[in-house]
């Protein structure tokens, strides 16, 4: 993986100044004080992420693709980050699957 600290788009959303705040102090805490504020990052999250679904907009619009482009090829380069190596070279050899499926198509 590239990263292990990259966040997915849906993730930035559940992302708050208190939860942040919360999540680094939790090592710092005894065992049952370490469960108790687990849970409640977890029910905090919970929360904010009803609320954004709870209203009938599109939440995640922000993180959709343009009109245009192709959703499966923005879908594997998305989850692609999150991929070890051999996963990644296998969205690689899809990803160049669909440009050529795309240019047959085409022409």
Same mark, same amino acid.
């Given at each position: 993986?590239? @990263?292990?600290?990259?966040?997915?788009?849906? $993730?930035?959303?559940?992302?708050?100044?208190?939860?942040?705040?919360?999540?680094?102090?939790?090592?710092?805490? $005894?065992?049952?004080?370490? !469960?108790?504020?687990?849970?409640?990052?977890?029910?905090?999250?919970?929360? !904010?992420?009803?609320?954004?679904?709870?209203?009938?907009?599109?939440?995640?619009?922000?993180?959709?693709?343009?009109?245009?482009?192709? !959703?499966?090829?923005?879908?594997?380069?998305?989850? !692609?980050?999150?991929?070890?190596?051999?996963?990644?070279?296998?969205?690689?050899?899809?990803?160049?699957?669909?440009?050529?499926? @795309?240019?047959?198509?085409?022409?």
């Amino acid at each position: 993986m590239e @990263d292990n600290a990259t966040l997915t788009p849906y $993730d930035e959303m559940l992302q708050t100044r208190d939860v942040q705040i919360l999540k680094s102090i939790v090592p710092f805490l $005894d065992y049952g004080a370490q !469960r108790q504020t687990a849970i409640l990052i977890q029910l905090m999250e919970f929360r !904010r992420i009803a609320g954004l679904f709870s209203s009938r907009e599109n939440t995640l619009a922000a993180c959709s693709v343009p009109d245009g482009t192709d !959703r499966r090829t923005a879908l594997l380069s998305a989850v !692609r980050k999150y991929c070890t190596p051999g996963e990644q070279e296998t969205i690689d050899t899809l990803l160049n699957l669909f440009c050529i499926m @795309d240019f047959e198509a085409n022409t």
